[in-house]
Structures are given as C-alpha cells and as structure tokens.
C-alpha cells in the first residue's frame, strides 16, 4: 500500500499542477488531496470500474441539472475533480435544487450500468416497476450479500419482507443514490452533490437515506416540500428504501441488526 509520501507525489502527478497537495478531509473510502484548482481522489486497490462508476455518476446529474463538481480525469485508482472552496450552507437553495432534481424524469428504474454504494458494488439492469426494481436489483443481491451476517432466521424474515412489498410509483426520477450530509459540499458556489450512486429511482431512494442518517435541517425540508410536497404515500415507502442503506452498511462492517429487525 502507498505511503503518505506517494499519495503526495502521485496526486500532483495526477493533478498537472505546479502546486503542492494539501489533504481534504470527509474522505471515508478514498484519500482526497486539493492541489491547486483541482481534487485528486486516490483508492488502493479500488474495486473494478470504481471511479468510472463515480464519474459517470457525475456527468448523469450533471445532465440532469443539478450541482457537482466538473470531471477533468478518470483513473483505475483515481479520480480528478474541479476544486471549489469552502462556503456558507444555503440549505433552502438545496431543498429547491434537490426538489428539482427529484422533478427530473428518468428512462427507467436503475442503471444501465453497474454502480457502487460505498465499495459494495450494485449490479446493472433497469426495470419499470419500483417493487420490482428495489427488491430484484437493490434489495435481493443485498439480501444474498449479507446472509451469513444476517443468519438463517433474520434473513428469512427479510425474505417475507420483500414478497409482501407494494410500493407506490410516482415514477422513475433521477436520484443522487448515496445522499447523505457528508456528500453534500458547501461551496462559495453553493452546495454541490458528490459521490453519487446516480440512477433512475423512486425519490423516496434518495429521502430514506436522508432520513435515516439525518443532517438535512427544518430550512431544507421546508423549501424541498414548497416546490415538490411529500405525499403520505411516499413517507410509508421510507423503511423499504432504508433497507438498502442498511444491508450495505451491515455488509460493509457488520452489525446494524437492530436497523434490520425494526423495518422488517
């Protein structure tokens, strides 16, 4: 594995930039170096198609018109990002970007390509049905993913979970797929998202992981629900869409039973 030393010299390699790398921190998985007007994401030993994956997660929101920050490079074990400096939160300026992405129709639900949560890679296909969707794409690989930690009793309770499921289908949007307080960047630009699992899903992907993890203050959710309101329906959809979250932390580093117990 690189020493800090070769993290250094490699992200201004990688960078082209005359100027010397200084860490980021809020790097959970990779190591994040600003240099210069640039960010270099560095991961030993990434999981194949890893920053491609993060990258044409990028570009998709991008198009879908919302905030992030420009691609400039893709590497097997990097990426290079546009650097923004730190700014102020302007939460109600991210509750009505975040509406107006969530307006934003997708073909299909899921992705046409594989993606990743973390390092938990999720596999490729589209459906359109959102039942269908999370429980054939997201929640039944999860489910095989995490049966040894999970054990024969709990994941066959996991398993009638998901063959009752009924969700409601707004429709396909285009989602962050990993959006969590850490990945939003509060920039003198304003907020940008980063770090997506961008595909096309049910909002409510997107909400129950805010909800879950928190972070997002009473301004946010009041300038969210003035340009897109959440309907009952959507908020009795959360616990399923959390399962996600959920078994991919539970795979990643074990525990969340309990989490696992009360949606079920």
Not at 32 to 55: N, T
Not at 244 to 256: N, P, R
């Amino acid at each position: 594995m690189a020493g800090p030393m070769d993290a250094l010299t490699r992200a201004r390699t990688l960078a082209g930039v005359d100027a010397t790398p200084r860490p980021l921190s809020g790097g959970d998985i990779s190591r994040v170096f600003q240099v210069g007007d640039r960010v270099v994401k560095l991961l030993d030993q990434p999981p194949a198609g890893f920053f491609e994956a993060e990258a044409r997660g990028l570009l998709r929101l991008r198009m879908a018109g919302a905030p992030v920050p420009e691609v400039l490079d893709v590497f097997e074990d990097a990426l290079v990002l546009s650097y923004h400096a730190p700014g102020e939160p302007d939460w109600r300026w991210f509750g009505q970007t975040m509406a107006a992405l969530h307006r934003t129709q997708a073909s299909a639900y899921g992705s046409e390509t594989a993606l990743f949560l973390g390092r938990f890679g999720l596999p490729a296909g589209t459906r359109h049905d959102a039942t269908k969707a999370l429980v054939d794409l997201r929640l039944r690989p999860l489910l095989d993913a995490t049966r040894a930690q999970l054990g024969p009793r709990r994941s066959e309770r996991v398993e009638r979970f998901l063959d009752g499921l009924d969700l409601p289908n707004e429709g396909p949007s285009e989602v962050h797929g990993d959006l969590w307080s850490g990945n939003v960047l509060h920039t003198t630009k304003g907020p940008m998202l980063i770090d997506p699992s961008a595909q096309g899903a049910e909002r409510a992907y997107d909400l129950a992981m805010m909800r879950w993890l928190g972070g997002f203050p009473s301004s946010f959710w009041e300038a969210y629900d003035a340009h897109y309101p959440r309907p009952p329906a959507v908020h009795a959809s959360l616990p399923a869409y959390t399962l996600v979250f959920v078994l991919v932390h539970v795979a990643m580093f074990g525990g969340y039973l309990d989490a696992v117990d009360q949606i079920v």
